[in-house]
Each structure stands twice: as structure tokens, then as C-alpha cells.
């Protein structure tokens, strides 16, 4: 099974700041890779598939760049609204694997 | 619009059976692979299974921790998954999404989630 971690576990962050989450793949996944963001109580929400692609109506300052083992989710101006969970999704192998999740919260 | 609506989930005792289901609208069902994804209270996602479209012959696949014990079927006609669950142990407490889609459609729609509590 592909074992897939994210770094850092958490982290506190300001409005304005620019975040970015590493995910890494246990092996080669191509771009089979798939960030959710979820707020407490909701229903995860997908940011970014593909690696690199935004989902439609997801704000232009998420964006995702990797392939292979490491990707990263970057927020260019964290707003209020981004303070959640994410996690990252391989969807290259049986089965699926999500990473542990990163929270962002208010430093 | 979209929309994928869970039900089904309740209080269960460990060893009991529980069917959920899972009712779509706003695109062509039969055209999508479907998925049920997991979480347990205070943790992380857990991908439970996936069943493809009649297309790609409608098999199933399942993450090792319920492999034989749960399947995953579906009603074209009617435009539902189900996700039986067999055999329930105090681990599958959990939420249970249920969304669509395979290849890079893969997540991008999910429903609300329905919860299941195997507890004695």
C-alpha cells in the first residue's frame, strides 16, 4: 500500500500569510493527487485534483505543483475563511490513501 | 446541480449488519464510479471502497481493514450506491460519505455523511 504523509501535522498561521503543505507518497503516484480542505462539522470540500488543477469555483490563491512522491499545497494570502484541515489524496493504487491532514489555526 | 444524500446509518451492536445508501441526482449516474470514504470521530479520512460504472464492469475494490466484510453495490434505475456493511466492529464508528467519480472526477462531489455507531 502507498503510505502517504503530510508536514507539517499543524501549524498557526495569520491572516495574509502565505502556507504551504508538503505531501509525500510512500511511492510514485504520478499526479494522482487530490487536495480536500474540511472545517469542523463540515463535509470535505476538494481544492485541487490532478496535482495542479483547481477545482471550479475554489479561490485562485490555492494552488498545487508536484509529481511523483512530494507535492505541495500552497494558500499565497491566507484569509479567515482557510483556517481548516487539509488533507491530500493518491488515487494512482488500490487502495486510496489520504494523508494524516494538516491543520491550519490562528497563530 | 449535483447532489449525493447519505442515509441509513445508526446505532448498531458489534457483529450487526447495516446497509447504507446512497441517492443521487443532477448527473447521469450510470456514467460515474462511486466511492465511500470514512471518519472516525476526531480523525482523518479514511477511504473505505469504490465500485465502478457497468462500463468498466461494475467491480468493487476496498481498503484491507473492511475487505469481506463490507460490499458495495449499485442501482443504475434508481441512482444509488449502497454500502453493506457485515460483521460491524466498534472501529467502524464513523461518519460515511459517500462521492463520485474515478480518475481526475475522483472526490469531486460529496454528500453530508450519515453516521454509524457500533457500540454494544
Known amino acids: 500500500d502507498i503510505q502517504m504523509t503530510q508536514s507539517p501535522s499543524a501549524m498557526s498561521a495569520s491572516v495574509g500569510d502565505r502556507v504551504t503543505i508538503t505531501c509525500r507518497a510512500s511511492q510514485g503516484i504520478s499526479n494522482y493527487l487530490a487536495w480536500f480542505q474540511q472545517k469542523p462539522g463540515k463535509v470535505p470540500k476538494r481544492l485541487i485534483y490532478?496535482?495542479?488543477s483547481l477545482q471550479s469555483g475554489v479561490p485562485s490563491r490555492f494552488s498545487g505543483s508536484g509529481s511523483g512522491t512530494e507535492f505541495t499545497l500552497t494558500i499565497s494570502s491566507l484569509q479567515p475563511e482557510d483556517f481548516a484541515t487539509y488533507y491530500c489524496?493518491?488515487?494512482?493504487?488500490?487502495?486510496?490513501?489520504f494523508g494524516p491532514g494538516t491543520k491550519v489555526d490562528f497563530k | 446541480e449535483v447532489q449525493l444524500v447519505e442515509s441509513g446509518g445508526g446505532l448498531v451492536q458489534p457483529g450487526q449488519s447495516l446497509r447504507l445508501s446512497c441517492t443521487t441526482s443532477g448527473f447521469t449516474f450510470g456514467d460515474y464510479a462511486m466511492s465511500w470514504v470514512r471518519q472516525a470521530p476526531g480523525k482523518g479520512l479514511e477511504w473505505v471502497g469504490f465500485?465502478?460504472?457497468?462500463?468498466?464492469?461494475?467491480?468493487?475494490e476496498f481498503a484491507a481493514s473492511v475487505k469481506g466484510r463490507f460490499t458495495i453495490s449499485r442501482d443504475d434505475s434508481k441512482s444509488i450506491a449502497y454500502l453493506q456493511m457485515n460483521s460491524l466492529k466498534t472501529e467502524d464508528t464513523a461518519v460515511y460519505y459517500c462521492?463520485?467519480?474515478?480518475?481526475?472526477?475522483?472526490?469531486?462531489?460529496w454528500g453530508q455523511g450519515t453516521l454509524v455507531t457500533v457500540s454494544s
Open positions: 490532478a496535482s495542479s
Open positions: 462521492t463520485r467519480g474515478a480518475g481526475f472526477v475522483f472526490a469531486d462531489s
Open positions: 489524496l493518491q488515487h494512482n493504487s488500490y487502495p486510496f490513501t
Open positions: 465500485i465502478r460504472s457497468k462500463a468498466y464492469g461494475g467491480t468493487t
